[in-house]
T-cell receptor, first 114, second 116 residues
Framework: AQSVAQPEDQVNVAEGNPLTVKCTYS??????LFWYVQYPNRGLQFLLK??????LVKGSYGFEAEFNKSQTSFHLKKPSALVSDSALYFC????????????FGGGTRVLVKP | DTGVSQDPRHKITKRGQNVTFRCDPI?????LYWYRQTLGQGPEFLTY????????KSRLLSDRFSAERPKGSFSTLEIQRTEQGDSAMYLC??????????????FGNGTRLTVT
């Protein structure tokens, strides 16, 4: 069965500092990986995805993520965090060998302090 | 692109009552998904449609839950005989067919259900 782990419930970072949100996954087939962000009382918004190719993918709002097959990780990064990046971040995986549903991690709350 | 629309935004109901939620996907999107999200948790997959066909259902979807997408456009999710454990945010998402199943999901703002 496919699964996603986000080991940190919350990440605190000062504005202007680099931001990293961790994600590890488990699948039996090829992994297709996604990051979404959720603001209060809103639905999830797509940030970026890894399907194949270059391990470093770039997405919306200056975010990027690095796919590491050996470590089964897909950490989200931003070189310089903004206060407006404060939100709930979800990593998700689709197992290429197990149907079409997207499985989400438990989420990581990011708090960027001025 | 008017986005995915869900109605109502909030629903408070008494235990044992039936409730129905509606989702209008982005008009050109063929796929429609329902997820449930409880406080502090990630969204949990419930079911998904391609056009009017319901192709996958989670084991989370008990027989009290039913979803339809009769004309391949909007969808409804009905919960019969609601229980307090059904209290959650119900999220709808849609995506286009794309080359594979890896088109991003576009989520609505959800329907928050409170069962008293």
């Amino acid at each position: 069965a496919q699964s996603v782990a986000q080991p940190e419930d919350q990440v605190n970072v000062a504005e202007g500092n680099p931001l990293t949100v961790k994600c590890t996954y488990s699948v039996s087939g090829n992994p297709y990986l996604f990051w979404y962000v959720q603001y209060p009382n809103r639905g999830l918004q797509f940030l970026l995805k890894y399907i194949t190719g270059d391990n470093l993918v770039k997405g919306s709002y200056g975010f990027e993520a690095e796919f590491n097959k050996s470590q089964t990780s897909f950490h989200l990064k931003k070189p310089s965090a903004l206060v407006s990046d404060s939100a709930l971040y979800f990593c998700a995986v689709r197992d290429g060998a197990a149907g079409n549903k997207l499985t989400f991690g438990g989420g990581t709350r990011v708090l960027v302090k001025p | 692109d008017t986005g995915v629309s869900q109605d109502p935004r909030h629903k408070i109901t008494k235990r044992g009552q039936n409730v129905t939620f509606r989702c209008d996907p982005i008009s050109e999107h063929n796929r429609l998904y329902w997820y449930r999200q409880t406080l502090g948790q990630g969204p949990e997959f419930l079911t998904y449609f391609q056009n009017e066909a319901q192709l996958e259902k989670s084991r989370l979807l008990s027989d009290r839950f039913s979803a339809e997408r009769p004309k391949g456009s909007f969808s409804t999710l009905e919960i019969q005989r609601t229980e307090q454990g059904d209290s959650a945010m119900y999220l709808c998402a849609s995506s286009d067919l794309g080359v594979s199943y890896n088109s991003p999901l576009h989520f609505g703002n959800g329907t928050r259900l409170t069962v008293t």
